[in-house]
């Protein structure tokens, strides 16, 4: 459960009404927040929820003055998180140099 991770762990909700559309599960640190998982109504999929939830994220770190926010993974293939390198000053861990680098766009 949340309440037993080795952080705080926030949830970020979308309704629509009282309609639950969408859920984020964001680890809060002293310096920065990492969203562990996302999940949305697939029937509502054409509001790019996702997008929606990393804006609130971000928005959530940027009050709390917070300096990253670790977007949860992605890959370099196609793949359902995409809609993650559609954000500006993204980067990726390469393991093989060792190092953080820029997300080409």
Known sequence: TPEAGP?????????EGEKLLAASFLDVGQRAASSVYAMFEPEAAWR?????????????????????????????ESSAYDYKKQFWG??????EAGGWRELPR
């Open 7 to 15: 952080c705080d762990c926030r949830v970020l909700r979308v309704f």
């Open 48 to 76: 790019s929820l996702g997008i929606f939830t990393m804006l609130l994220e971000l928005q959530f770190a940027r009050e709390q003055a917070f300096r990253f926010l670790y977007p949860g993974y992605a890959t370099e």
């Open 90 to 95: 993204l980067e990726w861990l390469d393991f």
